[in-house]
């Protein structure tokens, strides 16, 4: 079945660790995203990369880290200096360009806390 | 930075009755708008999107779209507590942001039987 697949389902950071947070999509999608949910915020976007090895900064960048060495993988490390980590995070893909295409298409989550 | 402000609710209604969530956007020129649904604890999935001034509907859903007034809402006509979530408020960027959604806070909506 194609879709996205985000891991683990739940995440503890000590202070002062890094952590990754794994996303990987069989949809052949050009785009992916990393969003930050905390309750009543909605969605804040955190990196995005539209192609391979190119990635931008989101809104609240600050304290995180990606990397797009391949099309199917787009894993956001949550740094020591990310302060207040925790939160629902979301990773995302679509195949922008066509109007049809424009869905985002969302994984489990990864709700990660801090110990 | 682009702003989507939504109605904070929460909204509850009774079962059967019409839901209205509202969304207004601060970027004159934006062409696309979303509405997702999110469930406690799940990701959000897509229920509508528009394009064109008007309404569109599909199913119990009707999306409005007004763009002289930036503003975009969802009706869900019979409401039915399977509906009960958080209705999420996107539009696209345009121009070095095309490609990436603006959320609002989204607004929580209770249907009660």
């Known amino acids: 079945d194609g879709g996205i697949t985000q891991s683990p389902k739940y995440l503890f950071r000590k202070e002062g660790q890094n952590v990754t947070l794994s996303c990987e999509q069989n949809?052949?999608?050009?785009?992916m995203y990393w969003y930050r949910q905390d309750p009543g915020q909605g969605l804040r976007l955190i990196y995005y990369s539209q192609i391979v090895n190119d990635f931008q900064k989101g809104d609240i960048a600050e304290g995180y880290s990606v990397s797009r060495e391949k099309k199917e993988s787009f894993p956001l490390t949550v740094t020591s200096a990310q302060k207040n980590p925790t939160a629902f995070y979301l990773c995302?893909?679509?195949?922008?360009?066509?109007?049809?295409?424009?869905?985002?298409?969302f994984g489990s989550g990864t709700q990660l806390s801090v110990l | 930075q682009k702003e989507v402000e939504q109605n904070s609710g929460p909204l509850s209604v009774p079962e059967g009755a019409i839901a209205s969530l509202n969304c207004t956007y601060s970027?004159?020129?934006?062409?696309?708008f979303f509405w997702y649904r999110q469930y406690s604890g799940k990701s959000p999935e897509l229920i509508m999107f528009?394009?064109?001034?008007g309404d569109k509907e599909d199913g119990r859903f009707t999306a409005q779209l007004n763009k002289a007034s930036q503003y975009v809402s969802l009706l869900i006509r019979d409401s039915q507590p399977s509906d009960s979530a958080t209705y999420l408020c996107?539009?696209?960027?345009?121009?070095?942001?095309?490609?990436?959604?603006?959320f609002g806070r989204g607004t929580q909506l209770t249907v009660w039987p």
């Open positions: 949809l052949n999608h050009d785009a």
């Open positions: 996107a539009v696209k960027g345009r121009g070095s942001t095309l490609g990436r959604l603006y």
């Open positions: 970027d004159r020129g934006s062409q696309s």
């Open positions: 995302a893909s679509s195949s922008p360009g066509q109007q049809s295409n424009e869905k985002l298409f």
């Open positions: 528009i394009y064109s001034n």
